[in-house]
Each structure stands twice: as C-alpha cells, then as structure tokens.
C-alpha cells in the first residue's frame, strides 16, 4: 500500500512539473508571436518607405518635380506618424 502512494506522489510530482514546463513553454510562444507581429509590422513600415523613396526617385529621374514634391511630403506624413506612434508606445 505504501508503495502505491509513494508511486502516485512521484506521479503528481511528474505532472506537475510537466504542466509548469507546458505553460513555461506556452509563454514562449505567445511572447514569439507578439514579436513575430511586431517584426512583421515594421517590415511593412519600411517596404512602404522604401516604395516612396524609389518613386521619389523615379519622379525625379523622369523630371515630375511637382510629383516628386507630393511623394516626399506623402513620405514625411507617414515618418512623422510612425515617430508619433513610437513615441505614444513608450
């Protein structure tokens, strides 16, 4: 008899520790995507600056100046918002 309660404590000691290594790793992963979005979102951010950059470029290489004027400006807005965004995170 005692064997059997010896051997159901080191069971429930087992599941315990199993569960605290489940939710331990469960928290890995939440913390994962939460970065993983993050990174996903400033990847997104700056595909965006980058595709103004190259028509700003393209707009001047082609002499639009007035075009090019409204894309830096379009650039500025979206710069000044996401430095208004980081500052409001923090």
Do not use: P, W, Y
């Not at 005692?2 to 489940?22: D, L, P, S, W, Y």
């Not at 980058?50 to 894309?71: H, P, Y």
Request: with cysteine; hydrophobic share 40%; glycine share 2%.
């Amino acid at each position: 008899m005692k064997e059997i309660t010896a051997e159901q404590r080191e069971i429930k000691e087992g599941q315990r520790q199993v569960r605290e290594k489940f939710e331990a790793i469960e928290l890995q992963c939440e913390e994962l995507r939460k970065e993983t979005m993050l990174i996903t979102q400033q990847s997104a951010k700056t595909q965006i600056r980058l595709a103004l950059m190259f028509q700003i470029l393209k707009a001047r290489q082609n002499q639009e100046l007035d075009k090019a004027a409204i894309i830096t400006h379009a650039l500025e807005v979206v710069a000044r918002e996401e430095q208004e965004l980081g500052a409001s995170k923090k």
